[in-house]
Structures are given as structure tokens and as C-alpha cells.
């Protein structure tokens, strides 16, 4: 291990909490998404770290596993974005704010 | 060696990462989102995880992050810029960023390439990684195969063709 676990964990929060702020605080779908892809990546740091640490492969294979769920989400979540574009004509959050039905 | 540039590239990280979060244009959010991600791999190599950096760099940049560019420009998200907002200065910070992604990369490719052959730190090759992946973890990637192609269906369900009625309202 070339630097702590501690300090992983401490880059990976970092990561995470700018994340975090970017998903709470845009207000365009596309930038959320993006907030939450930064989210994500902390989480895979944090596998990677360790797996490094306990020098085992199970983190790694997480996070190929984690890379396979987060396309298929991305997928899904940029075609509810074009859906919601072409049904609204904004993709601004606060807009989509009622249910129907 | 490997520890400075670990923390030189966590640096590298977290600045691009608060560039995209606080870019008003989604272009250039995805855009530093592309170089923090570039530094995360070098990260995962640093860490002993080479395929997975591999992996990092052709799935989330080749595949996930160009599929976030095809949807802003399909939909132009982009607000319009003036040939007079495209100043030097708006280089600079895009500039450092990849300048220090790429001293970083040359250190590492040129320092020493024997090192993570050697067994001083963790290193995982590709070939204890696929016996991991297709040996322990093989009901785990058939799962998430099932959920590829649940996503793929589910997605051509939501972006299929619908012709639009008269008052505005799409058909459902």
C-alpha cells in the first residue's frame, strides 16, 4: 500500500461530498446526473483502496460490477431525460414538481 | 515516488471535479468530469488495479461519459456562446489540468516500468482478476448481465419514436 487507507478514505469523501453538492444543488437533470456519476467514483476509489489494503480482488471485481450497473443506469436515466425534454420541453428540476394521476 | 504522485493526482482530482461542479455549461461539466476520471484511473494504477484503470478509461470515458455529450447536443443544453466569450483566459485552468494529467502519466510510464512487476506493492494482473471475476464472482455477472439488458430494453421503451397529438400531449 503506497499511501494509508486513511487517506484514500479521506479523498474518497471528498469526492463524494462534492458529488453530493452538485446533485443537491444544479438544477438541470443532466447536471444531477453528473453528481451522481461523481458519487459513484468515490465509491469505486474507496473498492479499489481496499482492495489494496487487504490485498484482495474482491474490491476490484466490485467495482467492474459497479461500472456495469452504472451504464445500465445512465442508460435508463438519459433516456428519461430526452423522454422528459420531449414531453415538457425543459429539463429543469423544479419543473417536474406534480404527479399525474 | 508513488505516493507523492498519488497525492498529486488526488489534487489534480479534486480540482477538476470542482470545475465540473461549478461549470454553468454542461459541455465543459462533462469535459473536466473526463479529465478527473483520467486521474482516477492513474489512481486505480497506482493501487495495484491496472485492468480496472483500463476498464475505467474505455467504459466510463469511451462509452459512459460520450453518451452524456450525444444527449446534451441531441437536445442542445448547450446555451450559445458569442465569439467573444471564447477568450485566452478560459484556458488556463483546462490547460493545467491536463498538463498535470500528462507529466503524471509520463512519470509514471518512464519512472519505472519493472516496479509493479516486482511484488513490492500489491499489483492484481489480469489473470488472477478474470479468476476472481468468472470464478467466485461468476452468478454476480450474470445478474448484471440480466440487468444490461433489462436497461437496454428499458431504455429503448422510453426513447422509442411517438408522434405527437394535436394539443401538445404525446400519445402514451
Redesign the interface.
Known amino acids: 500500500?503506497?499511501?494509508p487507507l486513511a487517506?484514500?478514505l479521506a479523498?474518497a469523501a471528498?469526492?463524494f461530498v462534492?458529488?453530493l453538492?452538485?446533485a443537491v444543488m444544479?438544477r438541470?437533470l443532466?447536471?444531477i446526473?453528473?453528481?451522481v456519476?461523481?458519487m459513484l467514483?468515490a465509491a469505486?476509489?474507496v473498492m479499489?483502496?481496499a482492495?489494496?489494503y487487504w490485498?484482495q480482488?474482491?474490491g476490484?471485481?466490485m467495482?467492474?460490477?459497479l461500472?456495469?450497473?452504472?451504464?445500465?443506469?445512465?442508460?435508463?436515466a438519459?433516456?428519461?431525460?430526452?423522454?422528459l425534454?420531449?414531453?415538457q420541453g425543459t429539463?429543469e428540476a423544479d419543473r417536474f414538481d406534480r404527479m399525474q394521476g | 515516488m508513488?505516493?507523492i504522485l498519488?497525492?498529486i493526482l488526488?489534487f489534480v482530482?479534486?480540482a477538476a471535479?470542482?470545475l465540473?461542479?461549478t461549470c454553468r455549461n454542461?459541455v465543459y461539466?462533462?469535459i473536466y468530469?473526463v479529465k478527473?476520471?483520467f486521474a482516477?484511473a492513474l489512481?486505480?494504477y497506482?493501487?495495484?488495479?491496472p485492468?480496472?484503470a483500463a476498464?475505467?478509461v474505455i467504459?466510463?470515458v469511451g462509452?459512459?461519459m460520450v453518451?452524456?455529450l450525444f444527449?446534451?447536443m441531441?437536445?442542445e443544453?448547450a446555451p450559445r456562446e458569442r465569439p467573444e466569450d471564447l477568450n485566452r483566459r478560459r484556458w488556463v485552468p483546462g490547460l493545467l489540468v491536463a498538463s498535470a494529467i500528462l507529466g503524471c502519466t509520463l512519470l509514471i510510464i518512464f519512472q519505472d516500468p519493472d516496479a509493479a512487476a516486482q511484488g513490492s506493492?500489491?499489483f492484481?494482473g489480469p489473470r488472477?482478476?478474470g479468476a476472481?471475476?468468472f470464478g467466485?464472482?461468476a452468478l454476480?455477472?450474470e445478474v448484471?448481465?440480466f440487468?444490461?439488458l433489462?436497461?437496454?430494453v428499458?431504455?429503448?421503451y422510453?426513447?422509442r419514436y411517438?408522434p405527437r397529438r394535436r394539443g401538445g400531449e404525446?400519445l402514451p
Open positions: 500500500m503506497i499511501v487517506h484514500v479523498l471528498a469526492v462534492l458529488g453538492a452538485c444544479r438541470q443532466i447536471m446526473l453528473i453528481g456519476e461523481i467514483n469505486a476509489l479499489v483502496g482492495s489494496a490485498q480482488a474482491d476490484q471485481v467495482v467492474v460490477l461500472m456495469a450497473v452504472t451504464a445500465s443506469e445512465v442508460a435508463v438519459l433516456a428519461m431525460v430526452f423522454y425534454r420531449h414531453r429539463i | 508513488a505516493s498519488f497525492y488526488g482530482m479534486l471535479i470542482l465540473c461542479v454542461p461539466a462533462v468530469l478527473a476520471l482516477l489512481l486505480f497506482l493501487l495495484g488495479a485492468l480496472v476498464w475505467q467504459v466510463y462509452a459512459i453518451l452524456f444527449i446534451i441531441i437536445l443544453l506493492a500489491y492484481l488472477d482478476f476472481a471475476l467466485r464472482y454476480a455477472v448484471v448481465s440487468q444490461l433489462f436497461a437496454a428499458g431504455a429503448y422510453l426513447g411517438r404525446d
